[in-house]
C-alpha cells in the first residue's frame, strides 16, 4: 500500500500547467518520501466543454521504496529516482497541509474557469472511474462514490478538479505511453520558446520510437506548446528509456528541470467500442459513403456515412483532401467526437475499406448518320441526336476510369492536427500508414 496523490484542473487558457504543480510536488514530497512507479499524466474525455488544453490530470504515488531505483528526472539540481515497488504506513493526513500548500500556491484560482481539486488516499480510485472519465461526462457524485472511505478530497470554488483527481488514480494501463516534460525557468514564463527545428528533425529520425514530433507536412515543431505555461517541451514515446537521451539532443534554450511521465496518450483509450452516437463521445462508425462530399465555408469538408455527416475540419490541414476524395459507395471506418451542434462526427482518423471504381463520362456518342454529338436524354441514360433523333445507348458515350489516389487502408490528420489520446497509426499494429 502506497499514498495516491491525484490533482487536476489547475491550469487555465493564461498560464500554468498540471504537470508542473505534479513536478513541484515531486521536488517537495521526495525530500522525505521515496517516488513509486512513474508519476502519470492522464488526459480525460477530449470532448468535455469546460476543460482547458488537453484535459489531462495527474497522479503521484510515494511511500518507502523497493527494489532497484531510477532517474526519472531532475528537479531544482536533484535527480529524481522512482522504485518500482514501495509501501506507506503513513496516513493521508500526513501529508496534505504539504499538498494543499502547493496547490493553492500554484493553482490559477483567480481564474473564473479553473477550479482545482486533489485528492491523497491509500488506495486508488475505483478502475470503472477512468472509463467512463475518459469516454464521457462524470458528475462529482459518481467520482465521489469511486473513492477509497479512507481518502482525503479537497476542492476549490466549485470543485470540478475532484473528478479528475480521482480519475487519475483510477487508471490502471491496459495500453500506455510516456512523455518527458522539460519545465521553463519561471523568468521565462510567457516568452517565445527558442527550439531549433532541424535538432527536432533529427531527433525525430535517430528515436523511431517517438512520436508527434514535428509536422513536416506544415514545416513547424510539434513538441512544444503554444501557451504562455511552463512548459518548454515535451517528447512522446513507447520506449521510457529512450526518452532523456532524445531531451538532451533537442538545441536552444535549455530546460530547467525534467521529469519523466507515464501517460494514456495516443492509446485511443478515448474511443467507445460500441459507438451510441451520444454528443461528447469519441466513436468509431463503418459504413458507406452516401453522396459526394460538400465542401463548406472556411475549407471543412463533410460526407455523410449511412446518416452521419462526418466533417473534416480546417485545422486537420491535408487531412480534409482525403476525405474529399471519397465517392458515393465507398466503405469506410472513422473515429471521431460526436458534437451535439450541428450535429456531426468531428473526423479524428478513416480507414478506406473499399473503393467504387470510379468512372466518369467524357464524351457524348457522335451519330452515325449526321456526325453530330447526341444530347443526353436524362434519367433514361440514353442519347438522340438533336438532328436525326436517333437515340443511342450508354455504352456508346466514352468514358474514363479514374484513380481516386485512395488505397485501403488508415489516414489521420498530419502531426500538429492530432488529439492528445488520438493513436497515431505508427502505433497501430498492422496499420499500414498512408
Known sequence: MVLWIGVDDTDSLRGMCTTFLAAELVRDLTRDFDLIGYPRLVRLNPNIPWKTRGNAAVCLRIGSGRGEPMTVGELGGRLIQTFPRGRC???????????????????????ETTNPGFTISPTPARAWLYWRAVRRIVTMDEAVTAASTSAIVRGYKDGRGIIGALAATSWRPRDRTYEVLCYREESSWGTRRKIVPE???????????????????NDHVVIAPHSPCPILFGIRGDEPGALPEAMRSIRGERPAGWLLFETNQGTDDHVVPQPVMEPRQTVRVEGSVERFPRILRGG??????????????????????????????????????????????????????????????IANPICNSCGCRAKSMGRMGLFRCPKCREKFPRFMASFRTLDSGLRRGWYEPPVGSRRHLSKPLKRMPGARVL
Do not use: C
Open 89 to 111: 504506513d503513513e496516513p493521508p493526513a500526513r501529508v496534505l497541509g504539504r499538498v494543499a500548500a502547493l496547490v493553492e500556491r500554484w493553482s490559477r484560482i483567480d481564474d
Open 300 to 361: 471543412h469538408v463533410v460526407v455523410s456515412l449511412s446518416g452521419v455527416d462526418v466533417t473534416a475540419y480546417e485545422p486537420s490541414k491535408q487531412f480534409r483532401s482525403v476525405v474529399a476524395s471519397l465517392w458515393p459507395g465507398d466503405r469506410i471506418g472513422v473515429i471521431g467526437a460526436i458534437r451535439e451542434e450541428p450535429r456531426t462526427l468531428n473526423l479524428e482518423k478513416l480507414q478506406v475499406l473499399d473503393v467504387v471504381k470510379r468512372v466518369v463520362k
Open 199 to 217: 535538432s527536432v528533425k533529427e531527433m525525430d529520425i535517430r528515436f523511431p520510437s517517438t512520436f508527434n514530433n514535428y509536422d513536416y507536412d
